[in-house]
C-alpha cells in the first residue's frame, strides 16, 4: 500500500549525528503512531498523536522528538544518534475502530 | 501502564495442524484486543481483532478468544497452511471513542513444516 509511506527505507548513519524519519499519509487519519522494533522485543511505542495539536509520549521516548507538520504528516528525529537506536522504525495511522495501517519501515542502522 | 505477555516466542507445526498463541495483559481496562501478522521484510498487518464485549470471534481459519476475568486471549489457526508462516503479534489497548494506542506482545514466529 503507498497510503502510510515512510522515507529513507534504510538508513546508515554515525553515532552522534541528527536525522529524521518521515512519515506521510493519504488516508486522512487524525491519528498517528511511531513505534521501534527489535527483534525479540515486539513494537515499542515512541509517540503517538491523536490530532495536529496532539502529541504524546510512548514508553520510549527518551532520545527521540516528533513533529506533527499537518494531519499527513508525522517526522521522528533522532537528536544525537546512538547505537542501540538501531531498529526498524514503524509509522502507523488510525481511525475509528478499524485497527492501524502500518508504514513499509525504516531500517535505521547506527554506527 | 499496560502490559502484554506472548507465548511461545517460536512455534512449529506440520501443514494442516492447528496452531495456538497465547497472549496475557495487566491492565483490567483494556477492551480492545488486535492480532496482528508480520510476513518477512513485510509490515505488520491487522488479521483478527475482538472487543472485551464478546468472548470468541472467528474468520475462515482463524479465531480469537478473550478471557476478561483471567485478562488472557489467545489466537487459534486451523488447517494451518504454508503461507501462514509469519510473526505474530497481539496487542492490547484501552479504545476510547476510537483513540487507542496499542501495547504489543513480544511476538510469535510460526514456521509451518510441508
Redo the contacts between chains.
Sequence with gaps: DADVTQTPRNRITKTGKRIMLECSQTKGHD?M?W?RQDP??????IY?S?DVKDI?K??ISDGYSVSRQAQAKFSLSLESAIPNQTALY?CAT????Y??T????TRLTVV | GENVEQHPSTLSVQEGDSAVIKCTYSDSASNYFPWYKQELGKRPQLIIDIRSNVGEKKDQRIAVTLNKTAKHFSLHITETQPEDSAVYFCAAAISNFGNEKLTFGTGTRLTIIP
Design positions: 491519528r503512531y513505534y525479540g522485543l515486539g513494537l515499542r511505542l503517538y491523536f504524546n510512548g514508553e514503524f488510525s481511525e475509528g475502530n485497527g492501524y502500518f508504514g513499509s519501515g
